[in-house]
């Protein structure tokens, strides 16, 4: 027996909660199938004031979450500053998030359903998805919402499971705290976090894995950093995750939609490639997947994204190995930066800026031209 549904969307975390309740808002039947629904991902979960600020319903929701006003900024080298946000980071868990992200969707009129969809067949206007359980769903259209790690990328998107990735792993300690850390790791192009949510902390790594190097190796480091900071990880329950690292010419060369079907978020490769930031691009993009689909158009949406998303993501990736690796001024970008930001009021308010996505990356450069001459006036006069 197959039940049928004009959208089916696969994946029921941000992006598909999001054009779950976005299409069935507008009076569009769809269904949200997701293996575990509000599940738990070793990530930050850390919601921008360029996200909450564009869907204030995730500061102005009765879910749990916690405000975060500092973050503590530590280089290669083991210096360290204190970067306080002009706006606060609000740090959701995950499964508290998804669950949010599902109510919504629900009391719009979507079809919630927990299953796993193991197969995509058909074609066009006639999508066999067949479950777990041996059922099947036929779709008229489909979106894909199902992370990374998925092997409907090779079908669809021209992305395959493992292509232009990084490894986020981690763990849940017990614990919270107003102030976020991020630790640079020489050699690693990611980074240690540890963000305090409501009632715990993720506490983790994310970086690309390369030749010689593995996960066994990403954990020690951050099992040592741990240490150092006082966390107690030995019982804790160790988790990892495949989230996109998108490069200039995999953005370029990307199948965002095609006849009868489109990518949103992680599935699309949406992320920040710096920081594996996905959570403001999992929501918009999923907007203009439904709008693209309302307005009956539903291939105008990789213009949509070409318009606001690619470009800001484009620059990123252009930015990914000097960042990790280039120099400024005769020492690694990574120590400079925090050095500046000891040492200059006018950079912290720009790295602040980044962080809250108050400053994007394709204005970034003329902004650094700027303030090239004040920040260096400030470093020399020993202003903090």
């Known amino acids: 027996m197959s039940d049928n549904y004009p959208i089916a969307i696969i994946g029921g975390g941000p992006a598909g909660a999001m054009a779950g309740e976005q299409l069935a808002s507008a009076g569009r039947q769809v269904v949200v199938l997701d293996e575990h629904l509000a599940w738990e991902k070793p990530c930050g979960g850390g919601i921008t004031p360029k996200t909450w600020l564009r869907y204030p319903f995730l500061a102005e929701a009765a879910v749990a979450r916690n405000w975060v006003s500092t973050c503590e900024l530590i280089s290669p080298a083991g210096r360290r500053v204190f970067l306080p946000f002009q706006q606060r980071i609000a740090v959701f868990s995950r499964r508290v998030l998804n669950g ?11 079809e919630i ?15 066999k998805l067949r479950t777990r359980t041996d059922g099947e769903v036929t779709a008229a259209y489909l979106i894909l919402a199902c992370g990374a790690r998925h092997s409907f990328h090779a079908q669809f998107t021209s992305r395959s499971a493992g292509a232009e990735t990084m490894i986020a792993a ?5 614990g919270s705290s107003d102030r976020m850390q991020i630790r640079f790791v020489q050699g690693l192009d990611g980074y240690i976090w540890t963000f305090p949510r409501s009632d715990h902390f993720s506490a983790g790594i994310a970086g690309k894995l390369k030749p010689g190097h593995t996960v066994a190796e990403l954990r020690r480091h951050l099992d040592e950093f741990l240490r150092q900071e006082g966390f107690h990880a030995d019982d804790a329950e160790f988790f990892a995750h495949i989230i996109p690292a998108p490069t200039i010419e ?36 999923a907007e203009l997947a439904a709008e693209a689909l309302l307005a009956d158009r539903p291939e105008s949406y990789r213009d949509l994204l070409s318009q606001e998303l690619l470009p800001e993501l484009t620059a990123a990736a252009g930015y990914v190995d000097r960042f990790y690796r280039g120099s400024l001024w005769g020492q690694p970008v990574l120590e400079r930066m925090v050095q500046l930001v000891s040492e200059s009021i006018r950079f912290r308010e720009l790295i602040s800026d980044l962080f809250a996505g108050a400053q994007d990356y394709t204005t970034l450069r003329g902004r650094c031209y700027r303030q090239l001459l004040p920040v260096l006036w400030d ?6």
């Not at 981690?170 to 017990?174: I, K, N, Q």
């Not at 995999?250 to 006849?259: K, N, V, Y």
């Not at 470093?379 to 903090?384: D, K, N």
Request: aromatic share 12%; charged share 20%; proline share 3%.
């Open 100 to 110: 949010l992200m599902l109510d919504r969707a629900r009391k719009a009129g979507a």
């Open 113 to 127: 359903r927990r299953d796993r969809i193991v197969a995509v067949s058909g074609q066009p206007g006639e999508w």
């Open 170 to 174: 981690g763990y849940y300690l017990s």
């Open 250 to 285: 995999g953005l370029e060369r990307a199948h965002f939609c095609g006849d009868g079907w489109a990518a949103v978020g992680d599935a699309a490769g949406l992320v920040d490639p710096i920081t594996g930031e996905g959570l403001y691009y999992a929501f918009r993009s």
């Open 379 to 384: 470093t020399m006069a020993g202003y903090s």
